[in-house]
């Protein structure tokens, strides 16, 4: 084994993940390797296979408090292979940096949790509570059939998650820097501006709508939608892609097409949002058709048991002070909070995840192994 490694469980555990081809909505046997691990410690494993999707639901245990592990194990794709240093299906330990496609986003944070669990359930088979793992191969792409489908069947059911623990790669720089108590809510508008396509020597007999839009457009870049708060930045709105005209150089466009995306707080609600955005187009006598893609509510675990438990766990394994932050996309958090769960984003450092080359220092996800041990530890005993 090689001299970097100290712990060849998480070691194995890893590089097997990461040797499985499991491109979104994938899953290449993943779940079924984590199941063979968890099966033998009293997991109840259940498939919850929606259309395309793979997804997983084991659990350990029938008192609460339910402490859930939730990931993901579909990867994006690899892109021009060539461009790797190494075949990104083929892990790599160099230098003390674990590389293979996902070995930060997420499969690495996958073989920490497993490896944390055997140790805690081998130390303390009378822990209170339970312990589960909601997995799917559904995350890196549409999110139709994947977390959400599976928390619907748990609430089905009543089946309550009172912690969960997500590891996307929250980490900034070092191992717990950063992690992530709750997100901002993402709404995506689809606007198309009407007008009549015409000659541009005779524009009386058109109707150009890139002029007409472009007034009612720098009115929404710069509207103040709130201040945020403590836990959230300002709401942002930006227009991701813009769309008009034929081609032609002598053509007035018959239509313009917009798609913008807010990334919102809990000062909002997308009602509100959607309501103003109307207000404001129409008030410039726009003649537009807009759809909306609601893509996850606002969430946020204030300070409590959860929370102060990871504060502590990262603090007592690599000595940081950790800070609790609402930056960055979504996440399947959005899903499980809304049931009420407390809920926490740890993982390792993001530096390389979608990128070619992707790597994560692999020092770290021994440690994110005894970072998430001990959160059982504080959770689940006495």
């Excluded at 993001?350 to 998430?372: P, R, S, W």
């Amino acid at each position: 084994m090689n001299n970097q490694v100290t712990d060849p469980n998480v070691f194995e555990l890893a590089c097997d993940l990461l040797s499985r081809h499991s491109i979104t909505p994938h899953d290449g046997g993943c779940q079924e390797l984590m199941a063979a691990h968890l099966s033998p410690l009293g997991f109840n494993i259940e498939p919850m296979n929606f259309e395309d999707t793979t997804n997983m639901w084991a659990r350990k245990g029938t008192k609460a408090p339910l402490f859930c592990f939730a990931g993901h194990t579909d990867v994006v794709p690899v892109g021009n292979e060539s461009l790797w240093d190494n075949p990104p299906f083929s892990p790599i330990l160099i230098d003390g940096m674990l590389h293979g496609r996902g070995a930060a986003d997420m499969k690495g944070s996958l073989a920490a949790m497993v490896i944390a669990t055997e140790r805690f359930v081998t130390q303390y088979p009378d822990h209170q509570g339970s312990i589960a793992f909601l997995i799917t191969s559904d995350e890196e792409g549409p999110f139709i059939n994947g977390t959400t489908r599976v928390i619907d069947t748990l609430e089905a059911r009543d089946e309550k998650i009172q912690y969960c623990i997500v590891g996307e790669p929250s980490s900034t720089s070092k191992l717990g820097d950063i992690v992530k108590n709750g997100r901002r809510g993402s709404l995506t508008g689809h606007l198309n501006v009407i007008g009549k396509q015409g000659h541009v020597a005779y524009p009386h007999l058109a109707d150009n709508p890139i002029h007409n839009a472009t007034a009612a457009l720098t009115e929404l870049s710069q509207t103040v939608w709130d201040q945020g708060n403590e836990f959230f930045p300002p709401t942002s709105f930006q227009i991701s892609n813009i769309n008009g005209g034929t081609g032609a150089g002598n053509v007035i466009p018959g239509e313009l097409m917009v798609q913008f995306n807010f990334r919102y707080s809990t000062e909002q609600t997308a009602d509100k949002l959607i309501e103003r955005v109307n207000e404001i187009l129409t008030s410039h006598q726009l003649r537009y058709e807009l759809d909306w893609t609601f893509n996850g509510l606002p969430f946020l675990t204030e300070h409590g048991e959860l929370l102060t438990a990871v504060q502590q766990s990262i603090k007592e394994i690599t000595g940081l002070e950790t800070d609790p932050q609402t930056t960055g996309g979504t996440s399947d958090g959005r899903f499980i909070a809304p049931t009420g769960a407390q809920l926490v984003e740890l993982g390792p450092v993001n530096a390389t995840i979608h990128q070619v080359n992707e790597c994560v220092k692999y020092q770290d996800l021994e440690q994110l192994t005894d970072v998430y041990q001990r959160l059982l530890e504080k959770l689940l005993l006495n």
